[in-house]
């Protein structure tokens, strides 16, 4: 049953980000990530309640399975891991480091550790931006922190990756090396997504609609999630504010 409730940018992106969960997968979001640690424990609140999930920057969910996650991506031992960029292009290459000339920057940013290495060793990245515009989706990115497309003497175990904004969800298409429209959220079209991509995005026509949140996810994740987000420390503050009352 989809919601009658209305939901904001970030409740919305945590519930579709969570029904990409799997049960007893690892799945894990780096520091300072509040909506995918709103997502993976909504996961697991709900259709994956055996996930193992690692939350850094959380008093208490900050499970480490002993070693640093990047160390566990890198045995291939990591399912899942969320990621964000400043910047994604055409070619499937992301941006975390800087905005502009790479020797002198108009911005430089704090989130470039461990981002090229996770994005080639976890078997699956979903990446996930809270605006959808062309200063956000280039043509080319200013630096490449991470590169999606690789030689085929490259090995990866990744899966196909996703992002998810606050308009649609785009799919990289490895065949045809580009991105595509796998659906737009209720409100948006699929024109609207393209003229705000600063890229072409192929056939936008019969673009399905994304499955709306359900009053099941929209009530879990504005009580038991909330609650436990501010019980564990998990970005309480963030909680607090964003997750609206039941």
């Not at 894990?28 to 850094?56: D, F, Q, R, T």
């Not at 699929?190 to 673009?207: C, M, R």
């Not at 359900?214 to 609650?227: I, S």
Request: glycine share 6%; charged share 20%; hydrophobic share 40%.
């Amino acid at each position: 049953m989809t919601s009658a409730v209305a939901c904001n940018s970030d409740e919305l992106l945590a519930i579709l980000m969570s029904r990409e969960i799997r049960d007893w997968e690892i799945s894990a979001c780096g520091a300072v990530s509040m909506i995918p640690a709103a997502a993976l424990l909504l996961a697991e609140a709900s259709h994956a309640p055996n996930a193992e999930i690692i939350i850094l920057g959380s008093e208490q969910l900050d499970r480490n399975l002993g070693k640093d996650i990047h160390f566990l991506s890198q045995r291939g031992k990591l399912d899942l891991f969320f990621h964000s960029a400043i910047q994604f292009d055409a070619e499937g290459n992301f941006n975390l480091h800087v905005v502009g000339d790479p020797n002198a920057p108009d911005l430089r940013l704090p989130g470039g550790y461990g981002s090229g290495l996770m994005s080639y060793t976890a078997k699956r990245i979903l990446f996930f931006r809270t605006e959808h515009t062309k200063r956000t989706f280039v043509p080319k990115v200013d630096f490449v922190s991470g590169a999606m497309v690789t030689p085929p003497s490259i090995k990866r175990p990744q899966e196909a990756f996703k992002i998810f904004t606050t308009m649609a969800v785009l799919s990289f298409d490895r065949a045809a090396n580009r991105y595509g429209l796998e659906s737009v959220h209720e409100g948006f079209t699929a024109q609207q997504v393209q003229d705000n991509t600063g890229f072409e995005l192929g056939d936008i026509s019969n673009v399905p609609v994304t499955p709306p949140p359900t009053d099941e996810e929209v009530g879990t994740l504005r009580t038991e999630v909330k609650e436990r987000m501010i019980e564990t420390g998990t970005y309480p503050q963030w909680a607090k504010t964003i997750l609206q009352p039941a």
